[in-house]
């Protein structure tokens, strides 16, 4: 087991012919990905290595039977790629793109909410389930199947997570970015809810950052239904209020989105905080030693 | 990004949002004829930062006569405002905004924003304006109404009449008050803001309802399809050397009173690495992601403007190699080094794809560059690095 992806995944990458498209598809399909389809609009009917082009995700969809989407849109055009894919009732979406403008994505996530498709990102690594479906940009060959379920809002820390546990002989169920941005399809919610009901996971991870109050609200949602141990942790104990630390959500606004306030809040929920980045391989073997 | 007072008050006027009348202002002389040009007193002269509080750090005069604008422009042209949200370093004032004194009865607090949590449009106002907002909210949110709007919908005039009835209006008011919200989520739609502010709204005693003092930010994703508002960028509101990075596509944030500069993979990476260097018991010089590519063009440049703050006394490096390979990664810092003349030491933490060659490359290098095997013992380097 594992959540929401595996190997029935069947995927349909949104712009397969640009440069990013193209080589991150290589990837997906050389870790084992099962890559069905591709769309651009006015390349139907060309075919990158072998996966055949469509021109809409209809007929991507109606000819493949693609059940999840990779998608790499520019930013000025990928609400509407997200939205195409949401009509067509693809159940997984993944959006790499970053810098999808705010205004777009708060279209895209009430439509969504009127759907049955998940939207995972956008400016996310992807989702990964060891050893069976790679949907993403994440470096494949750092994971390995096992207990432990990821969740992240960051792509290089989640990296780091995943090589932490991994040098310490633990192997991951599945590994999902969320995404930096501020409006963003899943949540960490949404992710502690799918680990919990799902068998192979025993342990789950969550790594947070300054901005919004989805680690507060996730803190809660944990010490009510979470009954497998987690553990936290938050960047950003360093940034300054009010400047964009890279990502467009990882802003302190006032005195709300504080590393602090987010560490303050896990803790109370029983959640195991990482302070030290450096310490998180460590802490993951203590804590979780009693269920692996 | 931020934009100024008298700016914002440009868009409030091209929507038909009230405000006082005015001008802005660069010379004495300019706020002078300005002051004329209004024939009434008093006139208010205000510093144009992009930082609030200005009134507080003596910022904002009334002036009762021309001689007191004269008096005021001189004073406040050229000052270093300091304020809550400038920093002690504080903000140099290079142009005023000159405008109409009103009568004023009531000061009331209108914004206007997309809501990460809800994913909709929220409007927040309150009848105790004119004051810091996050501090009525801690003290007394009772006093702040909130109106969610789907952007799916639009906004409605059930909307506006929760808002008009909420901030207990006269209702000779609630026309134009109506009409003036719909025109600010039309303004806030149209042009991707991040925010839309205006604290104090007024309402003044022959009965209008204007905007005293006007904030807009913009979603620096949507900045590509609003040329005007990209033309309102003012650069000597940032620092210099963001200014440098950001043509070079660096992600770089300088950190007053840093010792320890930093280069990074990844914002969230970068910013778990800032907090390294402080629990070190150093402390982050800067926040710089250098994103997924990396380029040797970008490390160089990178190198070139954290080295360029002589209170840098080390840098660390520290690089997820995932699709970013390390042996490239270590050829383009290698490069960079050579070219730039580095005189600080170098801390330098790689991981991820062909790391093994990476490191080898470094240490052949010839250069001063330590290697850590790890996060922690990164950590450890740089902090002798800091005390030495």
Not at chain 1, 248 to 274: D, E, L, N, P, Y
Not at chain 2, 141 to 150: A, C, L, R, T, W
Not at chain 2, 308 to 320: E, S, T, W
Request: proline share 5%; hydrophobic share 40%.
């Amino acid at each position: 087991m594992s959540i929401w992806v595996d190997k029935n995944t069947r995927l349909m990458v949104q712009g397969i012919t640009g440069r990013e498209g193209q080589f991150h598809t290589m990837n997906c399909k050389a870790y084992g990905t099962n890559v069905v389809a591709g769309v651009t609009p006015g390349k139907g009917g060309q075919n990158v290595e072998g996966i055949p082009v469509f021109n809409t995700v209809a007929k991507a969809v109606k000819e493949t039977g693609a059940n999840a989407a990779m998608v790499f849109v520019p930013p000025p055009f990928c609400a509407d790629a997200i939205l195409e894919s949401i009509e067509a009732g693809i159940p997984i979406i993944v959006a790499i793109t970053e810098g999808i403008p705010v205004m777009d994505m708060l279209k895209v996530k009430n439509y969504l909410k009127t759907s049955k498709s998940r939207l995972i990102g956008p400016n996310c690594p992807g989702i990964i389930t060891p050893g069976q479906c790679k949907i993403g940009i994440q470096p494949g060959h750092i994971h390995t199947p096992g207990p432990v379920g990821i969740v992240s809002r960051s792509g290089t820390l989640t990296y780091e997570a995943v090589h932490q546990i991994g040098s310490m002989g633990i192997g991951q169920s599945t590994v999902i970015g969320i995404g930096g941005d501020p409006v963003n399809g899943t949540n960490f919610i949404d992710c502690l809810s799918a680990f919990q009901a799902d068998p192979q996971t025993k342990a789950i991870i969550m790594v947070g950052e300054i901005g919004g109050s989805a680690e507060e609200d996730a803190a809660d949602f944990v010490k009510a239904n979470v009954t497998k141990p987690v553990i936290g942790f938050i960047a950003g104990l360093t940034a300054p209020p009010g400047r964009r630390m890279g990502h467009a959500g990882a802003i302190i606004s006032g005195s709300s989105g504080t590393a602090q306030g987010k560490i303050k809040a896990m803790q109370a929920a029983g959640i195991t905080v990482v302070e030290n980045l450096g310490e998180m391989g460590r802490i993951a073997k203590e804590a979780f030693a009693k269920v692996i | 990004m931020k934009i100024h007072e008298f700016q914002a008050k440009e868009l409030f006027r091209k929507y038909g949002v009230p405000v006082p009348r005015g001008s802005v202002a660069f010379t004495v002389a300019e706020a002078k004829s300005v002051g004329a040009e209004l024939g009434t007193f008093p006139v208010v002269v205000k510093a144009q930062i992009h930082a609030g509080g200005r009134g507080k750090g003596g910022g904002v005069k009334l002036a009762k006569n021309r001689d007191e604008i004269e008096d005021y422009a001189k004073k406040i042209l050229g000052m270093t405002l300091v304020t809550h949200q400038t920093g002690p370093e504080g903000k140099v004032v290079k142009k005023l905004l000159v405008e109409e004194g009103l009568p004023i009865e009531k000061e009331l607090y209108l914004s206007v924003l997309p809501d990460r949590g809800t994913a909709k449009i929220v409007f927040m106002a309150s009848e105790a304006g004119g004051m810091d907002i996050e501090e009525v909210a801690a003290k007394t949110p009772e006093k702040i109404i909130k109106v969610y709007i789907d952007p799916l919908l639009g906004f409605k005039g059930f909307h506006a009449n929760e808002l008009a009835f909420g901030l207990n209006l006269k209702p000779e008011l609630i026309k134009q008050f109506n009409t003036m919200v719909a025109a600010l989520y039309k303004l806030c739609v149209d042009y991707d803001c991040s925010l839309v502010e205006i604290n104090p709204l007024v309402l003044t005693s022959d009965n209008r309802v204007i905007a005293l003092d006007g904030k807009i930010n913009f979603d620096d994703n949507a900045i590509y399809r609003h040329k005007d508002v990209a033309e309102y960028r003012d650069l000597d509101e940032e620092d210099p050397s963001e200014v440098e990075a950001s043509k070079f596509d660096l992600n770089y944030i300088k950190m007053p009173g840093g010792n320890i500069g930093n280069m990074v993979n990844g914002a969230g990476l970068a910013m778990a690495t800032m907090d390294i260097i402080q629990q070190a018991g150093a402390a982050p010089a800067n926040f710089l992601d250098v994103g997924g590519g990396a380029s040797a063009e970008q490390v160089e440049n990178g190198f070139r403007i954290i080295l360029a703050d002589p209170a840098v006394k080390g840098v660390l490096i520290n690089i997820f190699g995932g699709i970013l390979r390390c042996d490239r990664l270590a050829n383009g810092v290698v490069e960079a080094a050579k070219k730039v003349g580095i005189n600080v030491p170098v801390v330098i933490r790689m991981e991820g794809t062909n790391v093994e060659q990476g490191r080898e490359i470094l240490e052949k290098s010839g250069l001063n560059l330590i290697t850590a095997k790890d996060v922690s013992d990164a950590a450890q380097k740089i902090a002798a690095v800091a005390k030495g």
